[in-house]
């Protein structure tokens, strides 16, 4: 049998997920035959994490400007696409023009400008595009979708969901490449992607109706100033200022932190331990979103990366009773250690009350892996044999872009203070 052959672009934190799955658990039907990087350490990195802990490989590496011999060379079927999230499109259209279907890591992009390039490369050259929602597959979330499907509540009047990020997994945010909103988004889109996908999973419906309030409250200097912080400085690694600081980072203290970022500087500057309350940060940290949908619902949505808890929770009404969901997360650092404990569920309670009648607690099965058992899931449906799903999982770029779009819409009411309408972003 032939085997499916997959290149990878990117090979930062998140890559990892995705190449250590072909080369164990997927080897004998698929075939990673390259990597593409900007940073040449980072690729030596993947590489050699591949050969080590799998004996596989090894796989051939191209710079980012190699990326167009790379697919001539090696002929892939499938490029996946982990690079840094202003790049998606870039290498989403590229792959597509040069005969290759595509996934891509969430979210699909960062702007309407390129969701619309993506959109008509589609068009134009008939190839598929694939999004990785892992929450879909967890199998609390998945129970919800069920629930709704099952008329449990009859129709979805209103939601209001809350997520927590607290200030170890969401200070990373601040770290990283994402504390710059031309490189993420800000968290209405690079993190946000994920509950909005889940609101328009759950509910069955596309939003319409865009309209938000966003600040940053508690990271960047002067709020450090204001709270009556004096020492300063500006990366964790190395610094006295830092000892004492817990939302400091030293990356010499995390091999693979090191290997991936603190060897890797030389060839790109790059800096993945910036203070968190340093100057140069243009994404918020406290937003408030409200959506209206297609079939009428209404949704209200919080988002705060900066607090004691880790998790969500979430309320969906309905005409025939309603459904409370508390899900606890464990916080992790990106690329600081095993994937299986990213999003790892602490508690879980699903709790539905109907219109007349007692309430009772929905019980959920356990699963192991990331994200609740999302990500091992999700694996074995892009690169499994797919089962038939009656839950619909399996994310297009159609529900990519109406993942992002509500943040991306989101941006735009902060900025101008007024609501936005989805169809006024895109042409579908």
């Known amino acids: 049998m032939k ?69 001539e060379k090696e002929k892939p079927d499938t490029v996946i696409v982990t690079s840094i999230d202003r790049t998606h499109h870039k290498y989403i259209c590229r792959a597509m023009e040069l005969g290759c279907d595509v996934i891509s890591e969430k979210p699909m992009t960062i702007d309407a400008e390129k969701c619309q390039a993506i959109f008509d490369t589609i068009q134009r050259t008939g190839r598929k595009l694939r999004v990785t929602f892992n929450y879909r597959y967890s199998p609390y979330n998945t129970k919800i979708r069920e629930l709704i499907m099952n008329d449990t509540i009859g ?68 709020n450090a100033e204001k709270r009556g912080i004096t020492k300063f400085y500006y990366r964790g690694t190395g610094s006295e200022n830092a000892k004492d600081d817990p939302f400091a980072l030293d990356l010499s203290r995390n091999e693979s932190l090191s290997k ?13 331990d910036q203070s968190v309350f340093g100057d140069g940060i243009s994404i918020e940290d406290t937003m408030g979103v409200m959506v209206r949908y297609k079939n009428k619902a209404i949704l209200t949505y919080s988002l705060n990366a900066y607090l004691p808890w880790e998790g969500y929770r979430v309320a969906i009404n309905g005409t025939k009773g309603r459904i409370q969901v508390d899900i606890g997360e464990k916080s992790y650092i990106n690329a600081g250690g095993e994937q299986a404990l990213e999003g790892a569920v602490a508690m879980k309670r699903i709790v539905v009350y109907p219109m007349f009648g007692e309430r009772y607690e929905v019980p959920v099965e356990e699963a192991q892996g990331g994200h609740g058992g999302g990500d091992p899931r999700m694996l074995d449906d892009i690169f499994g044999d797919p089962k038939p799903d009656p839950f619909n999982r399996a994310a297009s770029h159609i529900d990519g872009a109406m993942s992002i779009l509500v943040g991306i819409a989101g941006n735009k009411s902060i900025a101008t203070g007024l609501p936005v309408r989805i169809r006024d972003l895109v042409k579908f």
């Open 155 to 222: 129709d979805v009047t209103s939601v209001h969901f809350e997520w927590l990020l607290n200030t170890r997994h969401g200070a990373d945010y601040f770290r990283r490449w994402h504390r710059d909103k031309r490189n993420s988004g800000g968290l209405l889109v690079h993190k946000a992607t994920h509950h909005f996908d889940l609101v328009n999973f759950w509910i069955g419906s596309q939003p319409e109706t865009v309209f938000a309030m966003g600040d940053l409250l508690f990271y960047g200097r002067e």
């Open 3 to 71: 085997k499916h052959r997959y290149v990878q672009v990117g090979t930062g934190g998140r890559a990892r997920f995705f190449y250590e799955a072909l080369a164990s658990k997927y080897k004998d039907t698929s075939e990673l035959v390259a990597f593409c990087d900007i940073n040449p350490a980072r690729l030596e990195y993947a590489v050699n994490a591949l050969q080590e802990k799998h004996n596989y490989g090894p796989v051939r590496t191209y710079l980012a400007h190699e990326f167009d011999q790379m697919i």
């Open 260 to 272: 991936l970022y603190l060897e890797a500087e030389k060839f790109d500057g790059y800096l993945r």
